[in-house]
């Protein structure tokens, strides 16, 4: 459902103050040849199928579903089964794993060849939820070479079977006393990935503060024969054309930024095709793109009840920055049913315009720096011992979905 761009700025002023241009070519991943390099970050309880396609119906990118635990994954959990499942028309069907054991990893990178159920795999070395570290997993595992190490190469040589090319997407480190990427990365290329992303925050740092591009700009000239994405405060075209500038990485990954804004693919699509027109929506397209997602939902869950349940989260993700009641978005993050959704987006105003920068910006909750949730005695080497080896299949539990 596309919404028509605004009229470029530049139309109105002169050269110098014109926004920024750049053409990006396609990022190249294996055999896969994705036209806009712009990868959908994979977050829980937001990347399904739904999201996936209302993105799609914007702009071009790589659209990864969301994380799923490798253990659960290999047993046929059915919600697992349905965080992987991907409709008729994505052209590439990306899954990302997480996981703590090679073994367990190695299964379902397996499975999901043999059974042709992905065209591009990423593990997760970047979650900081402490009930991913506190297991080893996440930002917290590639502390330990020896296991990382492990778990990459089996990855990369199960998916290899099926010519599948395998990412990794990490994090600086633990903290900025136990810095990681620069080692994981060239661990992961030796290994064979197809390209590594870095977001530019440390585990402590969980979504606080300010993304480091300068690590992403010393990690892309560390690994000059491999992609290296970036991540990390991209809220607007402008800012990835920036981190491209600054980097010189060769594709940009957005998860927050993206939260009820599916148009900001238009935006990096016209970005990196060197177009300067950018998507300013009114309230009612909006409220349009909310209901189709809400739609979206009921086809995914197969579930009125839970489709309206999960899109309460993006009420204010959606209308952040436009003039919209408190009362009406409280009935709106209480809707029950698609009827009654159409009848009280009926209520905005219609012809409110583009609110400008209270749009943009942040979405979501920063938190604050935190001291990371590790397994016991994690940091004293970055080998795992004999008591860690043992208990690292116990932890592969199923953290997916939140």
Known sequence: MPIAPAESPAAHSDAAAAPPKLELPPLKLGRLTIDTPVVLAP??????????????????????AEMVTSRALVERHPESLRIISHDDDEKVRSVQLYGVDPVTVGRAVRMLVEEDRADHIDLNFGCPVPKVTKRGGGSALPWKTDLFTSIVTTAVREAQRGDVPLTIKMRKGIDDDHLTYLDAGRIARDAGVAAVALHGRTCAQFYSGTADWDAIARLREALPDIPVLGNGDIWSAEDAIRMVQQTCVDGVVVGRGCQGRPWLFGDLQAAFHGREERIKPGLRDVAEAFYRHAELLVDYFEDEGKALRDIRKHVAWYFKGYTVGGELRAKLAQVPTLAVLRELLGELDAAATYP????????GRAGTPKRPALPHRWLESRAMDADQTRDIAAAELDVSGG
């Open 43 to 64: 977050m829980a309880g937001i990347t399904n199928k739904a999201f996936r396609r209302l993105c799609r119906e914007f702009g071009g990118g790589l659209y990864v």
């Open 356 to 363: 400008g920068a209270d749009a943009e910006g942040p979405r």
